[in-house]
T-cell receptor, first 111, second 112 residues
Framework: NAGVTQTPKFQVLKTGQSMTLQCAQD?????MYWYRQDPGMGLRLIYY???????DKGEVPNGYNVSRLNKREFSLRLESAAPSQTSVYFC??????????FGQGTRLTVV | RKEVEQDPGPFNVPEGATVAFNCTYS??????FFWYRQDCRKEPKLLMS?????NEDGRFTAQLNRASQYISLLIRDSKLSDSATYLC?????????????WGAGTKLIIKP
């Protein structure tokens, strides 16, 4: 069972570079989420998608864009990376009121 | 007030002790409740779903009190391997769907 697959696992960017984090789930879940987690902090919601074709801002959306390409895939794009975006990024998915499943995370460093 | 609040940590307890975590939520329409465990810088993993009747899995017991809007997690006979951050999460209606709301987590440190 693949569950939630996130790529890449690690990435180093220079300030101003752009990149896209990919996330795919094979559980036919409606909802997908992108979180960031800074050291010693809790999960902070960047964007979520309740269904294919819909996206909504979370707590910390500035500097990010998302795309729900289809039911399986939800990508997160950093258009112009900044050092403040150095963090661990997690993608998750769930179906209505069921539990969430997470990808293994992307450790992003912006220098 | 945060939508989901957990006990501030860290909890430092000796091996073999019993430890209890509490979590309160503000939305009375919340539908489902979970406890997750997160090891350092790894993805959160489901520990237990929480049912209104309470549920037990080995050394772990979870309880839900809808009237008072809190959930709890009890760990008995704690092991060194229980050291982790424990996250409470609540699922409540949002527009025509549901949204997960996470607590900030409580760090547990088990000492030998």
């Amino acid at each position: 069972n693949a569950g939630v697959t996130q790529t890449p696992k690690f990435q180093v960017l220079k300030t101003g570079q752009s990149m896209t984090l990919q996330c795919a789930q094979d559980m036919n879940h409606n909802s997908m989420y992108w979180y960031r987690q800074d050291p010693g902090m809790g999960l902070r919601l960047i964007y979520y998608s309740a269904s294919e074709g819909t996206t909504d801002k979370g707590e910390v959306p500035n500097g990010y864009n998302v795309s729900r390409l289809n039911k399986r895939e939800f990508s997160l794009r950093l258009e112009s990376a900044a050092p403040s975006q150095t963090s661990v990024y997690f993608c998750a998915s769930n179906h209505f009121i069921t539990e969430a499943f997470f990808g293994q995370g992307t450790r992003l460093t912006v220098v | 007030r945060k939508e989901v609040e957990q006990d501030p940590g860290p909890f430092n307890v000796p091996e073999g002790a019993t430890v209890a975590f509490n979590c309160t939520y503000s939305n009375s329409a919340s539908q489902s409740f979970f406890w997750y465990r997160q090891d350092c810088r790894k993805e959160p993993k489901l520990l237990m779903s929480v049912y209104s009747s309470g549920n037990e899995d080995g050394r772990f017991t979870a309880q839900l009190n809808r009237a008072s809007q809190y959930i709890s997690l009890l760990i008995r006979d704690s092991k060194l391997s229980d050291s982790a951050t424990y996250l409470c999460v609540v699922n409540h209606p949002a527009d025509s769907n549901y949204q997960l709301i996470w607590g900030a987590g409580t760090k547990l440190i088990i000492k030998p």
